[in-house]
């Protein structure tokens, strides 16, 4: 490959990613319906016909911005709960203290995220391939969320079939909706502490975790 190849081939790529990141921009700042081939390529720079040698269609250029919005929230709180998951089992997981330690954890990866919260607050009802990207992305962070409630259901011997799946399920959704809520007021109030917000997560979510589990303690008992 001659260096005029690469030269071109790293160009590509450049306006690809400049797309990519102008799909995102307008989703953000002006919604799905500002997202056109003639919009994106006014700010990129290019003729209109250019946008096809990078995309096939506007929906396959969302999808793909989509794709960038879910990997900067989805890997970040991927390794949060893989680091939660793997703490010590033998240590009370719902102490308040280590419970806002791990809420300021998550707050810290979510903060400079903000933008990419909103996207997927604003899109994950939304038809479309931003929709059901951001959609799938939501289920998958409830979804870890839950496995780490059962896994403290386990450890205590509790039951996580029915209806304490349907409790379970309802808690670990009402855990990342407070999580988002509370990256989003830091986001917006930079006057706000981190460590006032975990706090106060950690106020919140440890009743609630703890009722539940009450709940299943009396059904064993009857």
Do not use: K
Not at 8 to 31: M, P, Y
Not at 121 to 136: I, S, W
Not at 160 to 173: K, N, Y
């Amino acid at each position: 490959m001659t260096e005029a190849d690469t030269r071109r081939r790293g160009d590509r790529r450049t306006t690809r990613q400049r797309l990519l990141a102008s799909a995102v921009r307008l989703l953000r700042e002006e919604g799905e319906a500002a997202v056109s081939t003639t919009r994106l390529t006014q700010e990129v720079g290019i003729v209109q016909s250019g946008f096809y040698s990078h995309f096939p269609s506007v929906d396959a250029c969302l999808a793909e911005a989509a794709a960038l919005v879910v990997a900067e929230i989805r890997e970040p709180v991927r390794q949060w709960m893989d680091e939660l998951r793997h703490q010590e089992s033998d240590a009370p997981a719902l102490v308040l203290e280590r419970t806002a330690a791990h809420f300021g954890r998550v707050l810290g990866i979510l903060e400079p995220r903000r933008p990419f919260l909103d996207l997927m607050e604003r899109y994950r009802r939304a038809p479309g391939p931003v929709g059901a990207a951001l959609a799938a992305v939501h289920a998958e962070i409830v979804g870890d969320v839950r496995a780490y409630l059962v896994r403290l259901w386990e450890r205590d011997g509790l039951p996580v079939g029915p209806p304490q799946a349907e409790r379970i399920d309802l808690v670990a959704a009402l855990v990342v909706t407070l999580v988002v809520a509370a990256a989003d007021v830091l986001g917006r109030d930079p006057g706000r502490r981190r460590e006032d917000a975990a706090r106060a997560l950690a106020v919140a979510v440890n009743p609630l975790v703890g009722d539940a589990m009450d709940a299943a303690r009396r059904a064993v008992d009857r």
